[in-house]
Nanobody
């Protein structure tokens, strides 16, 4: 079992920034990939960004150049730095962890609202 604790969501105006954090309870050596997904009302959950154990990152086209995913292995935390936020970034953001055996876990979600 993996415990995921997300934080950092909130209400911001367009153009502002937020940083999401996801603390996990497993050793980094058991994790293959970590990432962030989001789900807006009436839409399917979609990938935002992922980072593998080797440091390879992948981003949705809609966030490239604005969002950055990183990890702190010592703190067992993965971050999503979100800059130049747009109203269309409004969604519930979910942390995801995939273990080396293929098992995946989801966080409880954190709301991000971008509105003037």
């Amino acid at each position: 079992q993996v415990q995921l604790v997300e934080s950092g969501g909130g209400l911001v105006q367009p153009g502002e920034s937020l940083r999401l954090s996801c603390a996990h309870s497993r050793s980094i050596f058991s994790i293959y990939k970590m990432g962030w997904y989001r789900q807006a009302p009436g839409k399917q959950r979609e990938l935002v960004a992922t980072i593998t154990s080797s440091g390879f990152t992948n981003y949705a086209d809609s966030v490239k150049g604005r969002f950055s995913i990183s990890r702190d292995n010592a703190a067992s935390t993965v971050y999503l730095q979100m800059n130049s936020l747009k109203p269309e970034d409004t969604a519930v953001y979910y942390c995801n962890v995939v273990l080396r055996d293929g098992t995946q876990y989801w966080g409880q979600g954190t709301q991000v609202t971008v509105s003037s």
